[in-house]
């Protein structure tokens, strides 16, 4: 059975305040001609399919654009919630839909039942499993449970997958370990860790969360990663979405097909001069990518961006790299804040002030209350 692997489409996405909108309608008609290519029996959606938990009205119209899309072409799809999207407003119409072939999950309500598919080499259970923080499982299943793994070792446990029939699981979630970039959120102090041995009764994982597309430590749990570049960190990484096809039990192929977007993300480097001669851009992408320019000029620019962006017409981040820039470690310092988790800052905060680290007791303490005020604020 063949399964194109899907997640955090973020539509609706700004990145440095260009709308991504046109880029992620041009990607998805991109994935309609794969789907059309490799003809899976099932397209999963591992969550994010919105960047916010309401998204702006162009991005539910692309999305449903693009199910009445899959739905024509006769495809079951399958799509969970992430921790962008709102569980409730995603899975709305969600049982007018299952008659067209989209199954669209519902949140987390104490049970989870699979889908049941079948193909020449038997049975196969599907379970979709939305975003979950450990208080939604508490919530249901009413047991002692404070980390995201012991949530999921819960969650799994409840749903007691058969061990001689084919297992997918569908989920939205960070797998200790896995490689993240820029532009995903940042959890209080990997607090929102699941470790991979939990999906031990799984035949195949279809992850979402993190960005960049990665095995967990076998192609058996793994993610997609985003159809699109959505920071410079990414600029470097190549774009797919991941083919998994799982003969009998304990055979599984695991390929990707690239993507290639209308426009890359690209880090250009060097001086003003250099990077406008025509010889440096004449014959590339650049000037219509959406690039980062790092200028090496000991003096700035008057009015660089405005110049620049008559040849890169989409400069969405314009820095300085020269010796004043790198004697200035107050800038430097605040580009690391940017990359902490709130319990990290607090802690370096505290260890600032009082000239001794948190206790095991305060760090549980603090842990504990800004994960409160987290589920709070995404409530």
């Known amino acids: 059975m063949k399964f194109l692997h899907l997640s955090d489409l973020h539509l609706g996405k700004r990145v440095n305040e260009y709308s991504m909108l046109e880029d992620q309608e041009y990607i998805l008609r991109e994935i309609l001609r794969i789907i059309d290519e490799e003809a899976p029996d099932a ?6 399919v919105y960047d916010k938990s309401v998204p702006p009205t162009e991005a539910v119209e692309l999305f449903d654009r693009f199910l009445v899309a899959l739905s024509r072409r ?16 995603l899975s709305f119409g969600g049982r007018l839909m299952t008659e067209s072939g989209i199954h669209l999950s519902p949140a987390y309500a104490g049970t989870l039942k699979p889908f049941l598919l079948e193909d020449e080499y038997g049975p196969l259970a599907l379970y979709l499993l939305p975003f979950l923080r450990p208080a939604h499982v508490r919530r249901f299943l009413g047991e002692e449970i404070h980390s995201y793994t012991e949530a999921m070792e819960a969650v799994i446990r ?5 061990p001689a029939i084919r297992n997918i699981l569908v989920t939205h979630q960070f797998v200790t370990g896995a490689d993240r970039s820029e532009s995903e959120e940042i959890s209080i ?6 470790d991979v041995s939990v999906f031990e009764p799984f035949d195949y994982v279809a992850l979402g969360h993190l960005h960049r597309p990665q095995n967990c430590s076998s192609p058996r749990v793994r993610y997609c990663g985003t159809p699109l570049k959505y920071s410079f960190s990414e600029s470097g990484d190549r774009k797919s ?6 003969m009998e039990k304990g055979n599984l192929n695991v390929r990707t097909v690239p993507l290639q977007p209308l426009r890359d993300l690209v880090e250009l480097k060097g001086t003003y001069d250099e990077l406008m001669r025509k010889s440096f851009y004449e014959g590339t992408p650049y000037p219509n990518d959406y690039t980062h320019i790092t200028l090496t000029d000991e003096e700035d620019v008057p009015d660089a961006i ?14 300085y790299d020269n010796t004043r820039t790198r ?3 107050v800038i430097e310092a605040l580009g690391e804040v940017e990359k902490k988790s ?3 800052l607090f802690r370096e905060f505290y260890e600032l002030q009082n000239n001794l680290p948190l206790s095991e007791k305060q760090e549980k303490y603090m842990e504990n209350l800004i994960e409160t005020i987290w589920e709070e604020d995404n409530a």
């Open 43 to 48: 397209v999963l959606i591992a969550g994010d």
């Open 74 to 89: 006769g495809q079951k799809v399958y799509v969970i919630s992430g921790n962008h999207d709102s569980a409730e407003r």
């Open 342 to 344: 709130p319990l990290t």
């Open 158 to 162: 409840e749903m007691a997958p058969d």
């Open 189 to 194: 102090g990997g607090a929102d860790n699941v």
């Open 306 to 319: 405005g110049k620049l962006r008559t040849v890169y017409h989409h400069l969405m981040k314009l820095d």
């Open 327 to 329: 004697k200035n470690s």
């Open 241 to 246: 979405v991941t083919v998994a096809e799982l």
